[in-house]
């Protein structure tokens, strides 16, 4: 969960307010099924986090197992896929894993994949 607050805050607090709820009423309190749901240009798109999971609530029991299912749905399976991709597109350009690991650290891999945090404009202006 700690990936999630720098990537939706929000959501990494609604997670949070959930697992903190101590109440037997949670499954009509929040209404939540074991899936995800998302709009896809006017249309709502369903996934389930477990087999049958839109008809699976949650509950008390269960509520810590739909936290680490959707955290693991939003940073991971969501965007597998895109990132699938873009990891094959990265080795075409540089190359296997061993060239990076000897001659990149992460900071400089992480320069090289987002850029710089702090532009200044005045200098890009200039060039």
């Keep these: 969960r700690v990936d999630l607050a720098g990537v939706d805050p929000g959501l990494e607090r609604g997670l ?7 109440k037997e009423d949670l499954p009509e309190a929040f209404a939540l099924t074991f899936c995800v749901e998302y709009d896809v240009f006017g249309v709502t798109q369903t996934v389930d ?35 699938s991709a873009f990891k094959e597109g990265f080795r075409l350009v540089v ?5 990076i690991k000897q001659f990149v650290g992460p900071d400089e891999l992480e320069l090289l994949l987002v850029g710089t945090q702090d532009l200044d404009l005045l200098q890009l202006r200039s060039h």
């Design 49 to 83: 986090l477990c087999d049958n999971g839109r008809n699976t609530p949650v509950t008390q029991a269960n509520k810590q197992e739909y936290v680490r299912l959707y955290a693991k749905y939003f940073l991971e399976d969501s965007i597998a896929r895109q990132f």
């Design 95 to 99: 190359g296997g894993s061993e060239v």
């Design 16 to 22: 949070n307010q959930l697992l903190e709820y101590d």
